[in-house]
């Protein structure tokens, strides 16, 4: 079979939908109204913003359940109903559906007939599908993983339930507090053609209106070709303009055309609309105006909206200076492209982000880049295990058993999570609650399935069914399984090459005998971090925690080991013990931290033999008071960053509590500032983990004179300069230069708030530099968290939050989280390493080059699992080396450190996604930041590939077919058709700098 034939099977296979509806004519997708030259144009969108959680649940939004007077009345489940038959019999109308987790919860109980109503409406263009994801994702606490996981999911349920012309070609980020730079690189590569954002800081804002330019070009890479995209934004926020809202629940008076009637109000309708275009004619590039008629859950008596819209329409028909009419942004960015060619005019370009956000001078939105610190690590965490589980299933799959079934849930789940109301922690706490128990369900759910996978992956002779659990609360030294006198312990290894973990497990035992493929492990025994005994679970906290190193973990493999508690005087437990004062020194030679005996404070580190002065300390800032009211009382709240005082405050004065333990495998050392901060330095002593690692757990917050308390921790680098300047990571991917007190797009008074305006997101680095010194030091986080670089040699990064007041942004709830009936504990760790900014010849890698590898293997860790061995078929070590092997290989060789498997999982029919990614920047290693050529010819040790074809990022457009799409052109720019296979070499991926590429295989069992 030759590649041609291939591909046109594959795409058969690949694009055609799954649904009991016939597709009919020929359809047209995108059916746009004419504009008008020499009038100006005014894009009419109808839409409804439908939150998938925020003050109610998922469920309550969508059923119009939950407390509907006091919040929202909202039923999601009506909006999309009511839209499709206000739409039917009116084919001038134009509707657009963003949510896809709305969409297929409502198009699942649909009959044939409304599902044929749906499909004839998005082939005719009358219902546009936008944006496309599972739901309207953040973009400051989301990670790109995520991001794009979500946007792949909600592609395929469109694809398998309304076909090709629900595939969405126009981003639409309308609520989110701040634009990401990676986000708009992510919908580049998806294949958009614009993207429509929402919330920029108010100056920003109006400089743009005031020079005509909300319509921008957006270049999203400094890596990528190809990574510009049109952006625009409205005049306002994405609501109805005032007096003009007609949904039930507005308020504004309804247009009446009747001349007759003595309610007759459409000329002054017509007339006061037609102000306020006057307002905004000058704010675009072209005589095209983006105007949004819609709101928060709009369109639920969907006719009452479309009857007004209709009439106010009719009623500018033979204006002399305005065209109005239903529209799409489809629509709006080929008529703005259009008239720019036209009239050989260019856009305004931008190459940074749009962060941080804020609304007026004291609301900058950077609070919620931290809030619910244990909902961002939980995401995080059910992220990972979704790497995990699709590998698995799709090795499985190989071998004839299919559980992707079992994934849909946990796809779902995390889809949900990326919505800026749920991982921003700006939503009700009941609803953060429901995020919880719905990860926490679809987690549960795949254990079984799991269990199965990896026993038939490790058996030897027949099917082992495994009772594998993820130990959910180990971060509170809790788990049933692993506090047995017998378990089973399996690590899974996302990534594509190989990896030395650190298991960690509570235990109660202090003597122990770990066996796994190599034979007897080392293994350390210490104390836990805290007692936690105002933990009220069903099973009690440990006081000990077992560690040892799962080494030389195979790529996407598994390793298998079997722990029993010893009853022996013996013991390899570790209590943390005082510090002598002539040993202040912990680690090795190589890698480790000082402190200082009389504080028990850091002093400096150690990597690689070099030794830096550096302290670490915790402070805090308390949130402004704040009433219900203008800018000048705005609160800290949810959204809110606004500290009382510009300089944070120690978190304590008394002295500290400090003890050492030392180990085998890790030294560590414990600081106990008082019953509200606990934190574990420790440093471990393999060749290869050059970063010291910061083990803190901070709750029970305590409120300062009711102004609360937002805790930081902060790293200083003795006579270091950076001079303002720091770097953040967009989404986890390239790195942004921030300056202090600096906006590249418009001025702003940095003293109105001059910590919270310098704050921005941070998933997963924040570095400094110092040129003179050729000295670089980054601090790698655990979960998304707020950090600046207020001064020279300083990094913080905010941990927690507890305010007194509610910021007035719509939540009208305290962010105050308690548990266990305190105040909240959050855990959660931050890495620390430092090296030369040149490049390191020594050592083969340079420090950029270092930071990525150690975040891949923080921020996608090995997956472990945990079995009670107490059942008779596994009660002993004989008998479980008889069943099951100790080692699965799922690659046959590691890959390049540059590059690795971002996804492999398992696809529709009989295929697979296989995403890789180069993961380095340009300029980040003078080796490893080259181009580089995979072969995956064998690489896979259970299968060869045998069929294979490239899609676009969201593998739901063959890359062909996208490279043969006509583009539209901006400023001049010409794109380039993306890399595609080599006919004659279809196994060979050329990958160049933070480049992703996606294919959908067949494969072939060995």
């Given at each position: 079979m030759d590649h041609r034939t291939l591909i046109i099977l594959l795409s058969l296979n690949l694009l055609t939908a799954s649904v009991p509806v016939k597709r009919g004519a020929k359809a047209t997708c995108n059916s746009c109204h004419a504009t008008e030259d020499g009038k100006i144009n005014i894009h009419l969108v109808p839409h409804s913003h439908d939150d998938v959680g925020w003050l109610k649940t998922v469920d309550q939004y969508y059923y119009g359940s939950g407390v509907a007077n006091t919040q929202q009345d909202a039923g999601v489940q009506y909006i999309?109903?009511?839209?499709?038959?206000?739409?039917?019999?009116?084919?001038?109308?134009?509707?657009?559906?963003?949510?896809?987790?709305?969409?297929?919860?409502?198009?699942?109980?649909?009959?044939?007939?409304?599902?044929?109503?749906?499909?004839?409406?998005?082939?005719?263009g009358q219902l546009e599908i936008i944006n496309g994801a599972w739901s309207m994702n953040d973009e400051a606490a989301s990670h790109y993983h995520s991001t794009i996981d979500q946007y792949t999911w909600g592609f395929r349920i469109l694809n398998e339930t309304l076909g090709e012309c629900a595939r969405p070609k126009f981003g639409w980020q309308i609520d989110p507090f701040g634009h990401s730079r990676e986000q708009a690189s992510i919908l580049a590569q998806l294949g958009f053609q614009g993207l429509v954002v929402g919330r920029i800081d108010y100056r920003d804002k109006e400089k743009r209106r005031e020079n005509g330019n909300l319509d921008l070009l957006w270049h999203a890479s400094a890596n990528l070709e190809n990574s510009e995209i049109f952006t625009t934004m409205f005049p306002d926020l994405y609501v109805s303009e005032s007096g003009f809202c007609f949904d039930i629940i507005c308020s504004d008076r309804s247009i009446i055309d009747d001349e007759e009637s003595p309610e007759y109000n459409l000329k002054e309708k017509v007339e006061q609309f037609a102000q306020k275009m006057d307002t905004y004619v000058n704010y675009y590039s072209t005589s095209n105006l983006l105007i949004p008629m819609g709101g928060d859950f709009h369109y639920q008596a969907a006719e009452i909206n479309f009857s007004n819209l209709d009439k106010l329409i009719k009623g500018f028909k033979n204006h002399k200076k305005y065209n109005v009419f239903y529209s799409t942004p489809s629509c709006y960015i080929e008529a703005v492209n259009k008239e720019l060619i036209k009239n050989s005019k260019e856009l305004i370009e931008k190459t940074d982000d749009f962060f941080p956000y804020a609304s007026d001078n004291h609301s900058f939105w950077t609070g919620y880049f931290t809030s619910r610190p244990t909902s961002k690590r939980y995401e995080r965490q059910a992220n990972n295990v979704l790497q995990s589980a699709k590998q698995l299933a799709a090795f499985s799959k190989v071998n004839g058993q299919n559980f992707d079934q079992h994934l849909v849930a946990l796809r779902a789940a995390v889809g949900v999570m990326q919505h800026h109301d749920a991982i921003t922690g700006t939503e009700k706490q009941a609803v953060a609650n429901d995020y919880a128990r719905i990860l926490t369900k679809a987690l549960r759910e795949l254990e079984a399935p799991v269990g199965i996978i990896i026993g038939n992956l490790l058996q030897k002779n027949s099917p082992v069914s495994l009772n594998l659990t993820t130990c959910l609360l180990a971060n509170v030294s809790i788990c049933q399984e692993s506090q047995q006198d017998k378990f089973l312990v399996v690590v899974q290894n996302p990534l594509s090459r190989i990896v030395t973990h650190y298991v960690?497990?509570?235990?109660?035992?202090?003597?122990?005998?770990?066996?796994?493929?190599?034979?007897?492990?080392?293994?350390?025994?210490?104390?836990?971090i805290h007692s936690f005994d105002y933990v009220e679970e069903d099973t009690k906290p440990s006081s000990n925690e077992l560690v040892f190193a799962a080494k030389n973990l195979p790529p996407l493999g598994l390793k298998l080991?079997?722990?029993?508690?010893?009853?022996?005087?013996?013991?390899?437990?570790?209590?943390?013990?005082?510090?002598?004062?002539?040993?202040?020194?912990?680690?090795?030679?190589?890698?480790?931290?000082?402190?200082?005996?009389?504080?028990?404070k850091l002093v400096s580190i150690t990597i690689r033999g070099n030794n830096l002065e550096l302290t670490q300390n915790f402070f805090y800032y308390t949130g402004f008071k704040g009433s219900n009211g203008g800018s000048e009382n705005r609160a800290s709240g949810a959204y809110i960053f606004r500290p009382t005082q510009t300089e944070a405050l120690p978190f304590t004065t008394q002295p500290i509590t400090f003890k050492s333990a030392r180990g085998s495998l890790v030294d560590q050392v414990i600081q106990i500032y008082n019953y509200e901060l606990t934190q574990i330095i420790r440093v471990y002593k393999g060749a290869e983990d050059a970063y010291v690692e910061f083990d803190w757990l901070v709750g029970h917050l305590q409120n300062v004179e009711q102004k609360g308390k937002e805790v930081i921790t902060r790293f200083t680098v003795d006579n270091f300069t950076n001079s303002g300047v720091f770097y953040t990571d967009s989404n986890g991917r390239e790195q942004i230069k921030r300056e202090l007190n600096t906006r590249n797009d418009y001025e702003y008074d940095f003293m109105e708030e001059p910590v919270a305006s310098n704050y921005y997101p941070v998933t997963s680095k924040i570095v400094i530099k110092d040129e003179n010194r050729s000295l670089e030091v980054a601090v790698l986080n655990d979960r998304a968290q707020g950090g600046s670089s207020l001064s020279d040699g300083s990094i913080e990064l905010m941990v927690h939050r507890s305010c007194s007041r509610d910021d007035s942004f719509g939540v009208e709830e305290v962010l105050n989280e308690r548990q266990y009936g305190l105040g909240i504990y959050v855990r959660g760790q931050h890495f620390l390493t430092f090296g030369t900014t040149e490049f390191d010849v020594e050592n083969g890698t340079s420090t950029p080059a270092f930071e990525r590898d150690l975040a891949q293997k923080k921020l996608l860790a090995p997956w472990i699992l945990v079995a009670d061995a107490s059942d008779e078929k596994l009660d002993t070590l004989e008998k479980v080396q008889n069943l099951l092997h100790f080692q699965f290989e799922g690659l046959t060789r590691q890959l390049p450190n540059n590059v690795h498997i971002l996804t492999f999982e398992p696809w529709r029919d009989d295929t697979y996604i296989l995403r890789l990614e180069h993961f380095l920047e340009k300029d980040e290693d003078a080796k490893l930041s080259q181009a580089v050529t995979i072969d995956l010819e064998g690489l896979f040790a259970s299968f060869n590939i045998s069929d294979i074809v490239e899609t676009t990022l969201g593998a739901n457009q063959l890359l062909d077919d996208y490279n043969n799409e006509e583009k539209l052109i901006w400023n001049g720019i010409v794109r380039t058709p993306l890399a595609k296979l080599d006919p004659d070499n279809l196994l060979q991926i050329e990958l160049g700098p933070m480049q992703i590429r996606t294919f959908i295989v067949k494969v072939a069992k060995k």
């Open positions: 999309i109903a009511s839209a499709v038959e206000a739409l039917k019999s009116h084919p001038e109308r134009r509707f657009i559906q963003v949510e896809t987790a709305f969409f297929w919860k409502w198009w699942q109980n649909q009959n044939d007939r409304v599902k044929q109503d749906v499909v004839d409406l998005v082939n005719n960690r497990l509570p235990v109660d035992g202090k003597s122990y005998k770990i066996i796994g493929p190599e034979g007897e492990e080392t293994y350390d025994i210490f104390d836990t080991y079997y722990v029993q508690k010893l009853n022996t005087t013996t013991t390899s437990y570790k209590p943390f013990k005082e510090v002598k004062s002539d040993d202040a020194y912990f680690g090795t030679e190589t890698n480790g931290f000082t402190i200082d005996t009389e504080t028990g």
